[in-house]
């Protein structure tokens, strides 16, 4: 069975610091996918990774992605009050390619003044 | 282009009766999951279905739940004789084949 795991699952920064969330999966992956989840509200997709060593940036996010380590990372850089949101890492495998999406934990992440 | 559409946004049922939920994919996705997140907790996958067909329902309880998507109208995920462990967001995507699924807006569902 596919695992996906974040850390750290609770986030609390200061606004202007840099900070990592780590997204760990257990077997081969297709894509990995980066959404944000405002409290109430649905999902918004962030970012797609598809291959070994994809780097994608938007803003003071970026994220990456290790097919070999089986690792991704969301990096934060300069955080901002708007950034507060749970972020989630999630996982399309080969085998159910096109069929379904393995969640993390979710990263819940507050930046404070 | 409209987004995924789902409706209603909440509702509230009583312990014994039956949810419907509904789901509208964007336009040209003919590709429908559903995914239930329960508070504080990430989202778990349920269903996939295209028009007329289930390709996936591994994630589906065995009892009181089932989901279709007829060749017209939107996809249903129906919860018979609701219990309150079934009170969570229940999020559906769509997706063209094998691309990235965009999310609606979820149906907040209370059972009392």
């Known amino acids: 069975e596919l695992k996906v795991e974040q850390n750290p699952l609770f986030l609390s920064m200061q606004e202007g610091k840099n900070y990592t969330i780590y997204c760990n999966y257990s077997t081969t992956s297709d894509r990995l996918y980066w959404y944000r989840q405002d409290p109430g509200k649905s999902l918004e997709s962030l970012f797609v990774?598809?291959?070994?060593?994809a780097v994608k940036q938007e803003g003071r996010l970026m994220a990456s992605l290790d097919t070999k380590a089986r690792l991704s990372t969301l990096h934060i850089t300069a955080a901002v009050h708007d950034l507060s949101a749970t972020y989630f890492c999630a996982v399309d495998t080969v085998e159910t390619s096109g069929s379904r999406l393995t969640f993390g934990e979710g990263t819940q992440l507050t930046v404070n003044p | 282009n409209a987004g995924v559409m789902q409706n209603p946004r909440h509702l509230v049922r009583r312990r014994g009766q039956e949810a419907r939920l509904r789901c509208s994919p964007m336009?040209?996705?003919?590709?429908v999951y559903w995914y239930r997140q329960l508070p504080e907790e990430g989202l778990k996958f349920m269903v996939y279905?295209?028009?007329?067909?289930?390709?996936?329902e591994s994630g589906m309880p065995k009892e009181r739940f089932s989901a279709e998507f007829p060749k017209e109208g939107p996809s249903i995920l129906r919860i018979q004789q609701v219990v309150r462990g079934d009170s969570a967001a229940y999020f559906c995507?769509?997706?063209?084949?094998?691309?990235?699924?965009?999310f609606g807006p979820g149906t907040r569902l209370l059972v009392l």
């Open positions: 995507a769509s997706s063209p084949r094998g691309q990235t699924q965009y």
């Open positions: 336009k040209g996705h003919s590709h």
């Open positions: 990774l598809l291959s070994n060593g």
């Open positions: 279905l295209q028009k007329e067909n289930i390709i996936d």
